[in-house]
């Protein structure tokens, strides 16, 4: 599966973005994503990922509340919803998937990306 994120922009504090992720090559039927971010200098952080199986999601410490991850499989698109967003939100977001049907935040069992959109988050 090829996946390309978009949706990226320079937002003011409080604002919202939607993030998209467009998926190819394949259904995403069978497939756990995760958006992770990747600000300069920092390692890559899970922000929130949803399951194939069931749908169900989880979202990481710094953003809880504050996102919404959902998936149209017939669309073949993942969505990330971001409200209220921080200076210190603004990196580059990845779409992700794995062939499983849990999702998780370890970047490393991550078989396939996306190639990122810059969020920036200033006044």
């Known amino acids: 599966v090829q996946l390309q994120a978009s949706g990226g922009g320079l937002v003011q504090p409080g604002g919202s973005l939607r993030l998209s992720c467009a998926a190819s090559?394949?259904?995403?039927?069978?497939?756990?994503i995760g958006w992770f971010r990747q600000a300069p200098g920092e390692g890559r952080e899970g922000v929130a990922c949803?399951?194939?199986?069931?749908?169900?999601?989880d979202d990481g410490d710094s953003v809880r509340g504050r996102v919404t991850i959902s998936r149209d499989n017939a669309k073949n698109m993942v969505y990330l919803q971001m409200n209220s967003l921080k200076p210190e939100d603004s990196a580059v977001y990845y779409c992700?998937?794995?062939?499983?049907?849990?999702?998780?935040?370890?970047?490393?069992?991550?078989?396939?990306w996306g190639q990122g959109t810059q969020v920036t988050v200033s006044s």
């Open positions: 090559g394949s259904t995403l039927d069978y497939y756990s």
């Open positions: 992700a998937g794995e062939q499983g049907r849990w999702c998780n935040f370890l970047a490393d069992s991550h078989d396939y």
């Open positions: 949803i399951n194939s199986s069931d749908g169900n999601t």
